[in-house]
T-cell receptor
């Protein structure tokens, strides 16, 4: 069974379009995250949700809007896509209060904006 | 604020040789430290973690890391490299109250036959 899954795995789109990436975890975790990995492999957190409540928003443009319909899902919607949004987006989950905040990562979604 | 520095963006070793990937951290509170591995076109997989128990931590695939508070380091080692170890390795720091991981810039490990 896949612990953290993301769809789609690849996303190619034109500048200005709106797109969504979906994430689901079946680990029973209560906290979910979105990370962005740029072309130099640098990983940076974007958002974190705990029990559907936004707890981290790391100065991400308003064009990015996360939505958490329940504890097991965290989706990322991106409006008016720009070239600089091209990256790999990783979803992760953890159990708040769990030892060391160990996070489990999804396989990533490679977004290419043309 | 917490931060992580990985010395060397690219490390190359021969198959069978010692692997040493360096990680130094900065944290004003007792840290939790992690090493993750990323194989090409895949997500991140946890190799090992330090959570204030034993300072020498053993992980999967024969890797281990030692927490040295005096040196603010958490270097990753493996006695004998295997071709399958070729990947990107990330060191990360968190703490008890944190809601996020702060990653280093990654080290690409290449294994020469």
């Amino acid at each position: 069974d896949t612990a953290v899954s993301q769809t789609p795995k690849y996303l190619v789109t034109q500048m200005g379009n709106d797109k969504s990436i979906k994430c689901e975890q079946n680990l029973g975790h209560d906290t979910m995250y979105w990370y962005k990995q740029d072309s130099k492999k640098f990983l940076k957190i974007m958002f974190s949700y705990n029990n559907k409540e936004l707890i981290i928003n790391e100065t991400v443009p308003n064009r990015f809007s996360p939505k958490s319909p329940d504890k097991a899902h965290l989706n990322l919607h991106i409006n008016s896509l720009e070239l600089g949004d091209s990256a790999v987006y990783f979803c992760a989950s953890s159990l708040r209060g769990g030892l060391g905040n160990e996070q489990f990562f999804g396989p990533g979604t490679r977004l290419t904006v043309l | 604020a917490q931060s992580v520095t990985q010395l060397g963006s690219h490390v190359s070793v021969s198959e069978g040789a010692l692997v040493l990937l360096r990680c130094n951290y900065s944290s004003s509170v007792p840290p939790y430290l992690f090493w993750y591995v990323q194989y090409p076109n895949q997500g991140l997989q946890l190799l090992l973690k330090y959570t204030s128990a034993a300072t020498l931590v053993k992980g999967i695939n024969g890797f281990e890391a030692e927490f040295k508070k005096s040196e603010t380091s958490f270097h990753l080692t493996k006695p004998s490299a295997h071709m399958s170890d070729a990947a990107e390795y990330f060191c990360a720091v968190s703490d008890e109250g944190a809601q996020k991981l702060v990653f280093g810039q990654g080290t690409r490990l290449t294994i020469n036959p």
